[in-house]
């Protein structure tokens, strides 16, 4: 069993989180649940394969999915992506930081257990200005896959998170409830024509909007 360490930050310590000693651990290879502006997710130095292999072990999930990520910054998100397409610009200038996830084409060099379907990555830039401290510490991306099991619902409550996941991952940063509601939406950019493949908490109107200005 894993000895699992709960940070707790409180709705307003955001500047009490341990962003050393958290980047430390990931570095060597542990897994974090986390909050984000919406749900709760777990989180691994996104190239370390055996943290990732970890996740995805946690989620039941199947190894053909990829893990989305978040970058600290605009900086991060061009060193993963092979190119950045005007619509990019766009809708990063409008939406980020926050519940937008891009899906653009990875770079070379990138880990193969990272990529999804033709060499993609999906990434999206955080509010929380600690989460995004932590990522720039680690200096490079943390996965933000949701912490729950595949196919069952996001988790909000860090009580909850905590349930499932004591003794299975080495730390849960408790932030308290994180605001729920929608998971991030998803936006494809790899092909001629953005595709929006989730309506999350941006509505499609709002996309389609941000890409007409």
Not at 19 to 35: K, M, N, Q, T
Not at 62 to 89: H, N, Q, T
Not at 148 to 164: C, M, R, T, Y
């Amino acid at each position: 069993m894993t000895q699992t360490r709960i940070l707790g930050i409180g709705p307003s310590g955001e500047t009490l989180v341990p962003i050393g000693e958290v980047a430390a651990a990931l570095l060597e290879d542990a897994v974090a649940a986390y909050p984000t502006e919406t749900f709760y997710a777990l989180g691994a130095a996104a190239f370390s394969k055996r943290a990732v292999e970890k996740i995805y072990r946690l989620k039941k999930r199947e190894s053909g999915k990829p893990l989305p990520v978040v970058a600290s910054d605009l900086d991060m998100v061009k060193e993963i992506s092979a190119s950045l397409p005007p619509s990019f610009r766009l809708l990063a200038g409008e939406f980020w930081p926050g519940p937008l996830t891009l899906v653009l084409p990875a770079a070379a060099g990138l880990p193969e257990f990272l990529l999804g379907p033709g060499r993609t990555i999906a990434v999206r830039i955080p509010p929380l200005s600690w989460l995004r401290a932590l990522v720039k510490e680690i200096s490079q991306p943390l996965t933000a896959t949701s912490a729950n099991l595949s196919g069952e619902k996001e988790l909000a409550d860090p009580a909850e998170v905590i349930a499932l996941f004591r003794g299975r991952i080495e730390i849960v940063v408790d932030g308290g409830l994180s605001p729920g509601g929608a998971p991030s939406t998803i936006v494809d950019l790899t092909s001629p024509e953005p595709r929006v493949l989730r309506i999350g908490t941006i509505p499609e109107v709002r996309i389609r909007a941000a890409l007409q200005t």
